[in-house]
Structures are given as structure tokens and as C-alpha cells.
């Protein structure tokens, strides 16, 4: 395993995230209305392979339509740096763009329809 710390801009949200060492580095560019306006490049783990290490008094959470998936955000300086994501309620969808030192060469993103989400939403889980 490799462990990925991560964290908002200001700084008081940080956590950290467990890889399977040598596995693909994929990341979902999804299109829905919120992702889009966030600039959220999704990777998806285990709530298991997730810790958040400072922050949580600091978090905000939003929701709509569903109120399944929960938008974390900082407080403070208004990163998204994770979510609990409605395709997967029980794990967290991490921001690679919030990821420490992190290029996006290094990683495969590919597109996600999430426009049309019930359409597409079986192909990720």
C-alpha cells in the first residue's frame, strides 16, 4: 500500500489516503452540474482507506436532490477536498487535485457522464 496525504488550501483540512501500491492511477472527470463548477477530479476508495486528520470541526456539508451524497467542504477557505459520493455511500470520493505533490501526468483521467448519471452510474460502481 501507498498512503497519499492530502488536504484544502488553507490547510486545516488534511487526511490522508491508502493506494494499492504499482495499481492504475485513474481518476473520473465527471460532467455533472456540481463537479463541473468544482473542477473535481474523483478518486474513489473505501471509507476504510480514508482517514481525515484534522479539520473536522472546520467541515461544512452540503446537499441536494437525493441528499445521499455528502459534499464536505472547508469552512475556512471552501476546498473540496472529499465527499461521500451517492454511487458509493459507503466510501469516499477524494479530490486529486487535493492530493500533495501529486502531477495529473502521472494519472489516466477519464470522462464520466454524470449529466446523465442513471445512465452511466453503473459503470463505476
Known sequence: METLRGG????AVRFEVDLELGGAR???DCNCSICTKKGFLHLIVDQ????LLTGHE??????????V????????CGMHAFYVPRSHPDGVDVNVR???????S???VRPFDG???????????
Open 26 to 28: 485513474e481518476a473520473l
Open 8 to 11: 484544502c488550501h488553507c490547510g
Open 48 to 51: 476504510a482507506a480514508f482517514r
Open 115 to 125: 449529466r446523465n448519471w442513471e445512465d452511466n452510474v453503473a459503470g463505476i460502481r
Open 98 to 104: 487535493c492530493l500533495d505533490g501529486v502531477e495529473l
Open 69 to 76: 451524497a455528502q459534499h464536505h467542504f472547508c469552512g475556512t
Open 106 to 108: 502521472g494519472w489516466e
Open 58 to 67: 472546520v467541515l461544512t456539508t452540503y446537499t441536494f436532490q437525493t441528499h
